[in-house]
Nanobody, 116 residues
Framework: QVQLVESGGGLVQPGGSLRLSCAASGFIFSIYVMNWYRQAPGKEREWVADISSTGISTSYADSVKGRFTLSRDNAKNTVYLQMNSLRPEDTAVYYC?????????WGQGTQVTVSS
């Protein structure tokens, strides 16, 4: 019963910050790479970032590099996406994801709206 629950989305002004959380359960969180994706209206779902199982290595899409920071707390089974210097083009539903052998799992998403 893998579950991923995103939270922390909301409305923020351009230049502002948000921290998204993804609470994971139902699997051994500490051995999996975790991912964030986002999907804006009318657009394809876009990979945003991933973090290694230990948190020592992270990767980011060029569009967010330098502004977003991914981290994880394996003791809390939670991954975080710190989003700074937000832009209107960051507006999207943000999804937490974990890739397993049998399938990928997705959270329900959390809406981030960047607007003045």
């Amino acid at each position: 019963q893998v579950q991923l629950v995103e939270s922390g989305g909301g409305l923020v002004q351009p230049g502002g910050s948000l921290r998204l959380s993804c609470a994971a359960s139902g699997f051994i969180f500490s051995i999996y790479v975790m991912n964030w994706y986002r999907q804006a209206p009318g657009k394809e779902r876009e990979w945003v970032a991933d973090i290694s199982s230990t948190g020592i290595s992270t990767s980011y899409a060029d569009s967010v590099k330098g502004r977003f920071t991914l981290s994880r707390d394996n003791a809390k089974n939670t991954v975080y996406l710190q989003m700074n210097s937000l832009r209107p083009e960051d507006t999207a539903v943000y999804y937490c994801n974990v890739r397993m052998k049998i399938r990928n799992y997705w959270g329900q998403g959390t809406q981030v709206t960047v607007s003045s």
